[in-house]
Antibody, heavy 122, light 109 residues
Framework: EVQLLESGGGLVQPGGSLRLSCAASGFTYISYTMSWVRQAPGKGLEWVSCVSNYDTSTYYADSVKGRFTISRDNSKNTLYLQMNSLRAEDSAVYFC???????????????WGRGTLVTVSS | AIQLTQSPSSLSASVGDRVTISCRASQGISSALAWYQQEPGKAPKLLIFDASTLESGVPSRFSGSGSGTDFTLTISSLQPEDFATYYCQQFNNFPHRITFGGGTKVEIK
């Protein structure tokens, strides 16, 4: 079955750290760019970060640059998000998402996980 | 950074109605736009990519149009399962950045 399964969310204090994981199955993981997208409670979607296939170039939203690090382990079909210096405004459901192949070369998300909740609070 | 403004932010409609949702980009983005549907408590689902191409498996009552700065998602005949929140998303190639619109919630009238 083609799926993404996130884990690692939880309650963390402001200034703390957390590492999210996303296990991929059912597709050739190494061939695809992967991403994290978050959604604060009752709010809209916010792109967080992407890591490209093969050359593993990384890209970040300005709101997390310097605090979050995206990485991937192609031998384990797993995507990670290391989150440091967490703030209350980082509280959200974090979705793992796969970027599909499109002839245009543009990046769209054709597969999503169910998400993992991160709460930053003292 | 490119901003996406969706309108309306919410709307009420009846089953069978024709519904249109607008997404305006702060600068031209060619056709680099997608539309997603998100039901409460679920992950988003891709409906339309490259502004007007229907994703495989998506019902034909969904359609997208536009290019440059103005885009539209149309549901030709609203079905009960279509009551959800809809988001537009753009991709900027240089630098690589992705932006979502604020969302449009479609509710039952």
């Amino acid at each position: 079955e083609v799926q993404l399964l996130e884990s690692g969310g939880g309650l963390v204090q402001p200034g703390g750290s957390l590492r999210l994981s996303c296990a991929a199955s059912g597709f050739t993981y190494i061939s695809y760019t992967m991403s994290w997208v978050r959604q604060a409670p009752g709010k809209g979607l916010e792109w967080v970060s992407c890591v490209s296939n093969y050359d593993t170039s990384t890209y970040y939203a300005d709101s997390v640059k310097g605090r979050f690090t995206i990485s991937r382990d192609n031998s384990k079909n797993t995507l990670y998000l290391q989150m440091n210096s967490l703030r209350a405004e980082d509280s959200a459901v974090y979705f793992c998402a796969k970027v599909g192949y499109y002839a245009s070369g543009y990046w769209y998300f054709d597969l999503w996980g169910r998400g993992t909740l991160v709460t930053v609070s003292s | 950074a490119i901003q996406l403004t969706q309108s309306p932010s919410s709307l009420s409609a009846s089953v069978g109605d024709r519904v249109t949702i607008s997404c305006r980009a702060s600068q031209g983005i060619s056709s680099a736009l997608a539309w997603y549907q998100q039901e409460p408590g679920k992950a988003p689902k891709l409906l339309i990519f490259d502004a007007s191409t229907l994703e495989s498996g998506v019902p034909s009552r969904f359609s997208g149009s536009g290019s440059g700065t103005d885009f539209t998602l149309t549901i030709s005949s609203l079905q009960p399962e279509d009551f959800a929140t809809y988001y537009c998303q753009q991709f900027n190639n240089f630098p690589h950045r992705i932006t979502f619109g604020g969302g449009t919630k479609v509710e039952i009238k």
